[in-house]
């Protein structure tokens, strides 16, 4: 049987993993085992995703990124180069916290900039925006933008990865796909047309 993605001969995958139809994984990489990797992903070189990680569709991880037992990302998600997330909340070399790991869920379209590092039980909500070298400490709202050591929140963005201006009246228009956003009750939503 012919396999429908792309891995480089110096990649390794593991027993158990499924990756999607168009998926490209490069040089150096390791996707462990159980992984879910979806369609038309693109895993960059030194890579490791850790057992049972889950992947969306469309999602772009770029060199030297660390992707641990507990993360998924949904579909579109970019993560840039190396980012990382933990795990484990207190670890010691000393002591065994396998089995321990806590979840970090990042939604679709979220962007994770480079050097950024998301501590664990901190999910990313869509379309986020993590700032370069940010260290991530708490939970990230839908359309937010965050930056600094550690990350607060600066503002918010747009699905084409704008900065949103919004009016008096709690609306925005992002400035390239002229999609317009309703900031209420501190959330931002997209507004169908």
Not at 11 to 40: R, V
Not at 119 to 143: L, R, S
Not at 160 to 173: D, E, Q, V
């Amino acid at each position: 049987m012919e396999k429908d993605f792309f891995a480089h001969e110096s990649a390794y995958i593991d027993e158990g993993c499924i990756i999607g139809k168009g998926t490209k994984i490069w040089h150096f990489s390791h996707i462990m085992n159980n992984c879910s990797i979806g369609e038309n992903c693109n895993i960059g070189q030194n890579v490791v995703i850790s057992p049972e990680v889950q992947l969306g569709n469309n999602v772009k991880i770029q060199n030297n990124v660390s992707v641990y037992t507990g993360v998924t990302c949904d579909d579109d998600v970019f993560l840039g180069p190396s980012c990382v997330f933990t795990n484990v909340i207190n670890p010691r070399s000393g002591v065994n916290r396998r089995g321990q790991y806590s979840k970090t869920h990042v939604g679709k379209g979220a962007s994770i900039g480079a050097n950024a590092t998301i501590v664990c039980g901190n999910n990313i909500g869509k379309y986020a925006f993590i700032g370069a070298g940010a260290v991530v400490t708490k939970e990230v709202p839908d359309y937010a933008l965050l930056v600094g050591n550690p990350a607060k929140q600066l503002g918010w963005m747009s699905e084409y990865g704008h900065r949103l201006n919004f009016s008096s009246t709690g609306t925005a228009t992002c400035e390239e796909s002229g999609q317009i956003y309703l900031l209420k009750d501190g959330k931002v939503t997209r507004l169908v047309e």
